[in-house]
């Protein structure tokens, strides 16, 4: 073997990398696996920090559900809208709020714990000739993953374009004292900047993540003070700690994300998963990064085909059923009704904070639930 020669590159380890380099080393223990970020660890990244129900999952499946201790599971859940619509109550599985700094460290630890090599380069250049990708012009494997996050270089290399205006969204997040309330997670969509959200996520510790968010073409031209006024105006009494501000991009999913070219594998931020109806991205990271580790190890002749199909069969009728809804929801009125349905049944609660925190399905009975919500509104 070459010093350079892998079975598998991987660029980027936040979750959806650290999940592809773990999955690859769980799947064939003598895979050669290099796992590339420009960043030591640990380093923070701009996040509300949520670890839905369907994440949590993911980091079981891949052995490494212990990245979440220390940190309590939190079942109790507030949606609220414009108009003091809201909806409370504990949701049917808990999610988990883990600061990133932990989160990411803990994951790249278990991956290099299961014979993953990390090393701290930036990926700069990447060809494709004769079966291999090579990577930086020294580093060659048979496929290669890009999980470099919203403004990926590897989707950049590749000639793809990076998510549209219309379908991304910036937002901004920090750390405040927690109040003494029992931990409650709070997303509430608000009318400034529609469609547009700020979340409250206590971790459970003493400390609560808070953040505004939305389509970065809504905030017309007003940079990071605006945020920050908007953050702190519309979440009075959770003061967070200046230093701790940080913003970011979310690249909303439209129905058919580019999974890649040739051999190369785009999954995470860097192929445009976040869901865009409630800013969801690590669930889709962790599972699209360990899909893209199974289709470059089981199937090393044709990884691109085998990723897109383990791709559609996985998360196909979500990305579908997301991109409608969350062109839906530009629409105040609608949101506001399946949020009012919400309140007064908890099935649809259940079924509201399904759609946001894992697998987004426009069924008949949420096309009822809607209608419930409508016509309360109107009485
Ligand atoms: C403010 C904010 C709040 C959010 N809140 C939530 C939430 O509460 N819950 C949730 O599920 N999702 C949330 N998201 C979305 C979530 O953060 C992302 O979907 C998730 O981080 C995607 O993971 P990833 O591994 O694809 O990318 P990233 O986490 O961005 O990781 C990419 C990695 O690639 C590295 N990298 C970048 N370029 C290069 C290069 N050229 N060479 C080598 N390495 C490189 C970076 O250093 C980084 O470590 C939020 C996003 C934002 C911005």
Partial sequence: MGASSWDLIVAGAGPAGAAAALEARRLAPEARVLLLDRERFPRDKACGDGIGPHAAGELAELGAGSVLDGYPPIRRLRLRAPGGIEAAGASAMPSWVVPRKVLDARLVEAAVGAGVVLRQERVRRLEQRDGLVIVNGELAAPAAIGADGANSTVRRLLGAPSSPEHRTAIALRGYAPAPPEPPEQLIGWVAEGWPAYVWSFPTGTGLVNVGYGLLRSRLHGGGRAELERRLRTLLPGLDPDPASLRAH??????????AGRGRVLLCGDAACMVNPLSGEGIYYALASGRLAARASLLAPGRPGPAYRALLTVALGRHFRHAAVLG????WQPL???ALAAADSSPARFQRLVELG???ARITPAL???????WRTRRR
């Fill in 335 to 337: 949101a506001c009704a």
């Fill in 327 to 330: 062109r839906a929801i530009r």
């Fill in 249 to 258: 991009h979310l690249p909303f999913s439209p129905s058919r994300p580019l």
């Fill in 357 to 359: 925190l894992g697998q």
């Fill in 367 to 373: 096309l009822a639930s809607v209608l419930a919500g």
